[in-house]
């Protein structure tokens, strides 16, 4: 099975252009996260999804960020417009359930120049 | 605040000798931690977690809430161990809300 996919896997992009990720989990899960880790540090959650709902999206930057999981499946994470403190790593993750074993794809590197 | 802390960023040891990744906590609530590592060129995953009580690849974690710490050990370091090492905390039951630490790279020496 090839895991949580991610794209792109890398991606530059100048300050105040609008950028998106993609995720597909794993086939079955229904738990999917997305989380961002900054350079020298562990990463920190975004936005949690049970299915299609967004269960706890309180560290989510909701002035430039947005997150979509239609039909609970795939997801999509934009931000719009970058910044440069954006730059980081920006992975998904997902479980079967909320409080099962997390699954991390291979990230997408982000680079606001 | 909850705040997971690896004091090491860098660690190296040489082969066969002793390996113990610190982590310290801090959680109001009854805490649930894990060790995730990330190998070159992979993906992060789950090494163990303080409730299987089990020893995976020969490392082993003891949660001691009295000197809330929750450190990885091993008693003889092998090459393939290289990696960067993350402490994580879960503020909700199971893994639902992770609490990661900035991560500890270990490099293990010839």
């Known amino acids: 099975e090839a895991g949580v996919v991610q794209s792109p896997r890398y991606k530059i992009i100048e300050k105040k252009q609008p950028v998106a990720f993609w995720c597909n989990p794993i086939s079955g899960h229904n738990t999917l996260y997305w989380y961002r880790q900054n350079l020298g540090q562990g990463p920190e959650l975004l936005i949690r999804y049970e299915n299609e709902e967004a269960v706890d999206d309180s560290q989510l930057p909701k002035d430039r960020f947005s997150a979509e999981r239609l039909k609970g499946v795939d997801s999509t994470l934009k931000i719009q417009p970058a910044e440069l403190g954006d730059s980081a790593v920006y992975l998904c993750?997902?479980?079967?359930?909320?409080?099962?074993?997390?699954?991390f794809g291979p990230g997408t590197r982000l680079t606001v120049l | 605040a909850q705040r997971v802390t690896q004091p090491e960023k860098l660690l190296s040891v040489f082969k066969g000798a002793p390996v113990e990744l610190k982590c310290n906590y801090s959680y109001s609530g009854s805490p649930e931690l894990f060790w995730y590592v990330q190998y070159s060129r992979q993906r992060l995953q789950l090494l163990l977690r303080h409730i299987s009580r089990e020893s995976i690849k020969g490392f082993t974690a003891d949660l001691n809430k009295g000197e809330t710490s929750f450190h990885l050990k091993k008693p003889f370091a092998q090459e393939e161990d290289s990696a960067m090492y993350y402490c994580?905390?879960?503020?909700?039951?199971?893994?639902?809300?992770?609490?990661f630490g900035q991560g500890t790279r270990l490099t293990i020496n010839p």
């Open positions: 993750a997902s479980s079967l359930g909320a409080v099962d074993t997390q699954y």
């Open positions: 994580a905390l879960s503020l909700g039951q199971g893994a639902q809300k992770l609490v």
